[in-house]
């Protein structure tokens, strides 16, 4: 049990382009969903916190309006990099917690690899 | 901004032996978890420990915390070359989770 997927889990696009990435709970319901960045060879980064049915709660110095995250469902999230530029190029990862609240864990996604040319 | 420290960055040991690895915290915490990477990859959950708890067993996982101490060490005995990988702690508070740098572990076969 408690498995998040992620789709893709590579992309490749052109500078100026917008890429979405899904992050989805297959087996749980999921109010809570957290999306992290990660370099290579360093820690995760926490970029934003998604509660279903509400906005986004941004970390301080993550833009907005450059990362669009989407929770529509209790077993969907969504991040959309808009307008992606080379220093973008990441791998995000998105976990997923349960509905037993913030002392439950958080089960994480196997990871996207975004490459920006 | 990062609140776990880990302890050592690397470490490499025969297969068959011990690892132990430890994480520092600074600020109050409601849990604390380690998580296992491998290359590339998304990370597992390995093992939860409250911060009213002291010891936690998990097959071949054994995990402390102290609070007065502000810190956490992750036994993994009996080694498997399969265990190569990194491994972070995780601190929890105010419903999110604080990540440290990671220790790189190496088993040897």
């Known amino acids: 049990g408690a498995v998040v997927s992620q789709h893709p889990s590579w992309v490749i696009c052109k500078s100026g382009t917008s890429v979405k990435i899904e992050c989805r709970s297959l087996?749980?319901?999921?109010?809570?969903m957290f999306w992290y960045r990660q370099f290579p060879k360093q820690s995760l980064m926490l970029m934003a916190t998604?509660?279903?049915?509400?906005?986004?709660?941004?970390e301080q110095g993550v833009e907005k309006d450059k990362f669009l995250i989407n929770h529509a469902s209790l077993t969907l999230s969504t991040l959309t990099v808009t307008s992606a530029h080379p220093e973008d190029s990441s791998f995000y990862i998105c976990?997923?917690?349960?509905?037993?609240?913030?002392?439950?864990?958080?089960?994480f996604g196997p990871g996207t690899r975004l490459t920006v040319l | 901004s990062q609140q776990g420290e880990e302890d050592p960055q690397a470490l490499s040991i025969q297969e068959g032996e011990n690892a132990t690895m430890n994480c520092s915290y600074k600020?109050?915490?409601?849990?604390l978890q380690w998580y296992r990477q491998n290359s590339g990859r998304g990370l597992v959950h390995l093992i939860l420990?409250?911060?009213?708890?002291r010891e936690k067993h998990s097959g071949r996982l054994r995990v402390t915390l102290d609070t007065s101490k502000k810190s956490s060490s992750l036994l993994i005995t009996a080694s498997r070359a399969a265990d190569t990988a990194s491994y972070f702690c995780?601190?929890?508070?105010?419903?999110?989770?604080?990540f440290g740098k990671g220790i790189t572990l190496s088993v040897r076969p």
């Open positions: 995780a601190t929890g508070a105010n419903s999110k989770l604080t």
């Open positions: 998604s509660n279903e049915g509400s906005k986004a709660t941004y």
């Open positions: 087996d749980f319901q999921a109010t809570t």
């Open positions: 600020t109050s915490i409601n849990n």
């Open positions: 976990s997923a917690r349960g509905l037993a609240g913030p002392g439950d864990t958080q089960y």
């Open positions: 420990i409250r911060s009213n708890e």
